[in-house]
């Protein structure tokens, strides 16, 4: 699975770009501005987009989120530290991870979405980490911490 990453902190995108191969993804790049971005999502088609919603050209995240949510096979996962800052329907996105996240939390998240993007759906509950979007928790047909789908 090929993981953009779409934040302007260089160190914390190391951080990302290290848990992604750490769960045995590829990172296809990093952008670290919504053109940047933008063009990246249009050109090569990642699987997964790592979007923070503020980026060093403002707050552009929710928009590079509608826009690749359109895209055929693109998904999208916020990061943010303000969860009310995204619309109701995540844009389109998955859903999000809030920051500041732990190692173990963001690697469950990227295990979990790779999973349910390779299946086609979930066999097991989200992790705690992950706030999913009711749209990608219904399309997936997560089912509730304490349930088993065996």
């Given at each position: 699975m090929r993981v953009l990453i779409v934040e302007d902190e260089v160190l914390v995108a190391a951080e990302i770009e290290f848990l992604i191969a750490e769960a045995g993804l590829q990172t296809l790049g990093v952008a670290i501005s919504s053109e940047e971005a933008l063009k990246i999502v249009e050109q090569e088609r990642p699987d997964l987009v790592l979007l923070d919603v503020h980026?060093?050209?403002?707050?552009?995240?929710?928009?590079?989120?509608?826009?690749?949510?359109?895209?055929q096979g693109v998904a999208v996962l916020f990061m943010t530290a303000n969860r009310r800052r995204l619309p109701d329907d995540f844009a389109g996105a998955i859903g999000s991870v809030a920051k500041p996240y732990t190692e173990w939390g963001m690697r469950g998240a990227l295990r979990f979405i790779?999973?349910?993007?390779?299946?086609?759906?979930?066999?097991?509950?989200?992790?705690?980490?992950?706030?999913?979007s009711s749209?990608?928790?219904?399309?997936?047909?997560?089912?509730?911490v304490g349930h088993s789908t065996h």
């Open positions: 980026l060093a050209d403002g707050p552009t995240g929710i928009e590079i989120a509608r826009r690749a949510a359109k895209l790779a999973e349910c993007l390779r299946d086609g759906g979930a066999t097991r509950p989200a992790p705690s980490s992950l706030e999913l749209a990608w928790s219904r399309k997936w047909l997560v089912p509730e």
